[in-house]
């Protein structure tokens, strides 16, 4: 069975991570490496890392926030937002990312897809994408880009299936509707998106309390969750430790990595 993982999402905002519902509304939570640093030592599984403005701002990805939170972290580390070129891909992996995550970049050009997977390797190259339920598409589902702004027309299995024959190795996918309302997970969008995938899936959007989590994975096939919402939204009535989460899966069945076994604190 294979090991399930927990992912913190940073929605960065001038260095700071923020929360927000919808995509809007967002509420400032932390300086993104001291919250980093935080999670790193709460033995979470992996971090994601989103300048949200960056491409609604059309400039390059915040590499000095970059920085400061690849020195907090010893976990696999995926940036996105705003990158561009392989050049910019080049210096965000420079800076400490483990892997680039293309996103509205990615519709524009989807070549940056096969472009960076030849370049530094399909492990290294993330396709996340945003999509909202509609009558207009095929699946039931339409993607968005510049942070949830803008409707693009695309037909989001369509989409994911394409930047997986050209070259990404995960896809990660959000559910604009579920996205901070701590609702669940849209499991009949996951269902759809794994059926037509042979790459990992990492669902996002909607987890409020740890039964979203067990539903997700009995439920579907998604190797990874992010849980951000659960570990430090303002808006939470109670906010959960990785371990408390960890220990309730592991009792309903589901394999997560130990706690004995996560990396050493930070001192």
Not at 110 to 120: H, L, S, T
Not at 152 to 176: F, H, P, R, V, Y
Request: aromatic letters at 6%; hydrophobic letters at 40%; glycine letters at 8%.
């Amino acid at each position: 069975m294979l090991t399930k993982r927990l992912i913190a999402c940073f929605d960065i905002i001038s260095g700071r991570v923020t929360k927000a519902v919808q995509f809007q509304d967002n509420i400032d939570v932390a300086p993104a490496e001291e919250l980093a640093g935080l999670m790193y030592n709460a033995g979470i599984d992996e971090l994601v890392f989103y300048d949200i403005t960056a491409s609604s701002e059309k400039r390059g990805i915040d590499i000095e926030t970059v920085k400061k939170v690849a020195k907090c972290v010893f976990i696999p580390f995926t940036v996105g937002g705003g990158i561009k070129s392989l050049d910019e891909m080049y210096e965000t992996l420079k800076a400490g990312a483990e892997k680039i995550s293309v996103d509205s970049m990615a519709v524009r050009n989807p070549q940056i897809i096969a472009e960076g997977a030849k370049a530094f390797g399909s492990q290294c190259v993330v396709l996340s994408t945003q999509v909202k339920r509609t009558d207009k598409m095929p699946s039931g589902y339409e993607v968005y880009i510049d942070g949830a702004r803008t409707a693009t027309g695309m037909d989001a299995i369509e989409w994911i299936k394409q930047g997986q024959e050209l070259g990404a190795g995960e896809i990660c996918l959000n559910s604009i509707d579920c996205d901070g309302t701590l609702s669940g997970y849209d499991l009949e969008l996951m269902k759809l998106a794994e059926a037509n995938l042979s790459v990992p899936l990492i669902a996002s959007g909607g987890a409020g309390k740890p039964e979203h989590l067990k539903s997700l994975f009995t439920e579907t096939d998604a190797g990874a969750a992010i849980i951000s919402s659960m570990l430090y939204s303002p808006r939470m009535e109670k906010n959960y430790s990785v371990r408390e989460l960890k220990q309730y899966l592991t009792k309903n069945g589901i394999n997560v990595r130990p706690q004995s076994l996560t990396h050493a604190p930070l001192t």
